[in-house]
């Protein structure tokens, strides 16, 4: 999440950081959840009374406000491609620690869910 923030950070540097991770992190988590699912069932049982990371994430955050700016600018698919790819040009060296394997359709998929909630 934190690495396709800061992409989204460079191409709009009028969402903040933290913006851009609220729009993209329930894709991601839901995406990460594969792996470690100990690990998930904890955090969600944690934050939240769901065994879902998702269902957890949102009844979490949902009490906090965020501007959600990179779904009110709709980027079209040329500019979520190049989020995408240089999610693993800029950022490779730690996209490349994610718990699950990633590549750019993986990323085109999660900016395309999240831009959608």
Known sequence: ????????SGHYPDIA????????YK????FNSKALPEKHKFISKTIGKSSSIA???DSFFGQFEFERR???KNPDAKMI???????????????????VPAD?????KILAK????
């Open 1 to 8: 999440a934190h690495v396709i923030a800061h992409v989204i």
């Open 17 to 24: 950081h933290g913006d851009a991770l609220f729009t993209v």
């Open 27 to 30: 894709e991601v988590l839901k």
């Open 55 to 57: 269902k957890s994430f």
């Open 70 to 72: 990179l779904a009110a």
């Open 81 to 99: 491609r190049v989020i995408a790819e240089e999610t693993f040009t800029y950022m490779k060296g730690i996209a490349d620690l994610n718990p």
């Open 104 to 108: 750019e359709k993986v990323v085109r």
């Open 114 to 117: 999240s831009i959608c909630q």
